[in-house]
Nanobody, 130 residues
């Protein structure tokens, strides 16, 4: 069962931008910290961004590979988490997923392969190519 629906993926040229959306199925996003993961062809899944619940501090944390280019945000009215991606590179090509441990704070588990995540979506494909 997928607990999130991701959307917004597609083909973008190097240097371009794309915004992904993550909508939960049957629960309120702000209860939990939410992370974005990605898996490139032939590579292990990696965590790239996390936003804590506002009940903690709403803190945002990024992997070095996307810091300064990607922004994670939350819209509690829309019950949606976004990933704004800018200055995109071919190495950003991957399937992108959102996930949560159902805890409230971002932790190191959001920046490994995601093996401790409880809820996942089925992902959205992003291709960066000219």
């Amino acid at each position: 069962q997928e607990h999130f629906v991701e959307s917004g993926g597609g083909l973008v040229q190097p240097g371009g931008s794309l915004r992904l959306s993550c909508v939960p199925s049957g629960f309120i996003l702000d209860y939990y910290a939410i992370g974005w993961f990605r898996q490139a062809p032939g590579k292990e899944r990696e965590g790239i961004a996390c936003i804590s619940s506002y009940s903690v501090d709403g803190r945002r944390v990024y992997a070095d590979s996307v810091k300064g280019r990607f922004t994670i945000s939350r819209d509690n009215v829309q019950n949606t988490v976004y990933l704004q991606m800018r200055s995109m590179k071919p190495e950003d090509t991957a399937v992108y997923y959102c996930a949560t441990t159902r805890g409230t704070a971002c932790s190191g588990s959001y920046f490994d392969s995601g093996r401790t995540m409880d809820y996942w979506g089925k992902g959205t494909l992003v291709t960066v190519s000219s």
